[in-house]
């Protein structure tokens, strides 16, 4: 059981997020720095304050008498009084000569790191005792009446209780900086793809009968105008597209009224009353006629659809132009006879093109020059290399093409003349067109009135 694709998120959500992301990581880096620094700080204060603490200590020893000294001040602190500083000095033996009133239940001799009699600014240990926090040196100190052990402790529970306090008042600023980013990139967001959907809005109202309609780049902002520029371009082709569609549409219906109306027509008469076996073996052979007629345009319809659909199925090859086109010529050679005209060959050349669509190119060209080159004339195929293209003409003596129908030629169905006839409905020249678009090449047409016709094709060599 397959399982179904996942939607693709849209553009706006996208945005929220990464913008949202963005934020936060801008805040938590800003939030956390301010915070080191703040707490750094205060940390470094009180450790400075720490080693003042223990270099009075350490000069009241150094006096005569230094230890009474020590003992007195810790005397008196007052009854009830919480002390910021805990102070124990001891001898070598770690006998305790003096300390602070009650230092020994709540923070016994050994908790304190090893003596160090480096300055005591540098990193004192922390320990918790009774839900308090304690910064804790030791100092050794030596003097002229001895040598001492100085054990301090600092209460900064007070400091503590702040660090939590100012970590749980960023946490907060952080979340609610989160959400206010989360809450301006949504607006922001939306406001500024707000013009995708006026533009999906107009571009809603283009429709089959609309496609005039433009969407025009002027007002919209800068990162649009190439996409509605490139929207109205496509609405011209489009147009031009339903034009010459409804054009063939109507062109078909024009040249397959005709045949189809003669069958009918010839039908309908012979009908009204008997007649003899000749007379219905002539309708018979004249309705073969006409839809021999309606066979060779669904022919040249299918054709043109099969050229269309086949851009990457061409079977090229290498083949000599002057051997393709002598073929066609000995082809027609009979007709050309019969209406006294003179086909010609000359030039040499070799194409890379699919032979057969060659072919049906060239022989279409020499069809329509000996339809319309009046006997006595004649047809020349000329094959010659033009640098990375090789090109092969047909040349006749005919009556011409007026200058103002030239540009229209190879269009469907459209003819110089505007009497059609059954010969010829105007596809001829299309098909050639459209075989040479396929193989990325060119069809030019030359005319004068009154001195013929002259058709080149141009197929590029790779």
């Known amino acids: 059981m397959s399982s179904r694709p996942a939607e693709p998120r849209s553009i706006a959500s996208q945005l929220v997020v990464l913008f949202t992301l963005a934020a936060a990581f801008l805040l938590c880096c800003g939030l956390g720095a301010l915070y080191w620094i703040v707490v750094n700080h205060a940390f470094e204060e009180d450790n400075e304050v ?131 980013s989360a809450i301006i990139s949504f607006t922001v967001t939306n406001r500024g793809l707000r013009p995708l959907g006026e533009m999906t809005r107009a571009l809603k109202r283009v429709g089959p009968k609309q496609v005039h309609q433009q969407v025009s780049p002027v007002g919209w902002p800068r990162e649009l105008q190439p996409l509605a520029a490139a929207f109205d371009d496509m609405l011209h082709r489009l147009e031009d597209s339903f034009v010459r569609l409804s054009q063939f549409s109507a062109d078909i219906a024009h040249e397959l009224r005709t045949p189809i109306a003669n069958i009918r027509g010839e039908a309908e008469v012979a009908l009204t009353r008997p007649r003899s076996p000749e007379e219905y073996r002539e309708v018979i052979e004249s309705t073969i006629a006409e839809c021999q007629h309606l066979g060779h345009i669904v022919d040249n319809l299918l054709f043109l659809a099969r050229t269309e659909a086949a851009e990457g199925h061409l079977q090229r090859t290498t083949f000599e132009g002057r051997t393709a086109a002598e073929k066609i010529a000995a082809f027609h050679e009979l007709i050309a006879e019969e209406q006294k005209l003179a086909i010609r060959c000359q030039g040499e050349a070799k194409f890379f093109a699919d032979e057969m669509l060659f072919s049906r190119a060239l022989n279409n060209l020499v069809e329509n020059a000996i339809r319309h080159t009046p006997p006595g004339g004649s047809i020349e195929i000329s094959i010659a290399n033009r640098g990375s293209h090789a090109e092969v003409s047909v040349k006749d003596t005919g009556a011409g093409i007026a200058a103002e129908h030239l540009p229209r030629v190879f269009d469907r169905f459209y003819q110089a003349d505007s009497a059609r006839s059954s010969d010829g409905v105007g596809l001829g020249l299309a098909l050639v067109k459209s075989i040479m678009d396929l193989h990325g090449g060119s069809a030019q047409i030359e005319s004068e009135p009154g001195h013929g016709t002259t058709v080149t094709l141009s197929f590029p060599k790779q």
Do not use: C
């Not at 230092?103 to 240990?125: C, G, I, R, T, Y």
């Not at 001895?146 to 600023?173: E, H, N, P, W």
């Open 50 to 180: 720490l080693a003042d603490k223990v270099a009075a200590i350490r000069a009241d020893l150094s006096t005569p008498g230094g230890v009474n000294i020590v003992t007195e001040e810790l005397r008196n602190i007052r009854a009830g009084e919480r002390a910021a500083y805990w102070v124990r000095v001891l001898d070598l033996s770690d006998r305790i000569l003096a300390e602070t009133p009650g230092m020994s239940a709540l923070l016994p001799p050994a908790v304190f790191p090893a003596a160090s009699p480096k300055s005591v600014s540098q990193n004192p240990k922390d320990f918790r005792a009774n839900n308090r926090l304690f910064s804790l040196v030791t100092n050794a100190h030596h003097t002229a009446g001895g040598s001492f052990i100085i054990q301090v402790a600092q209460d900064r529970t007070a400091d503590d209780q702040f660090m939590k306090q100012f970590a749980a008042l960023l946490a907060a600023v952080l979340a609610l900086g989160v959400a206010a």
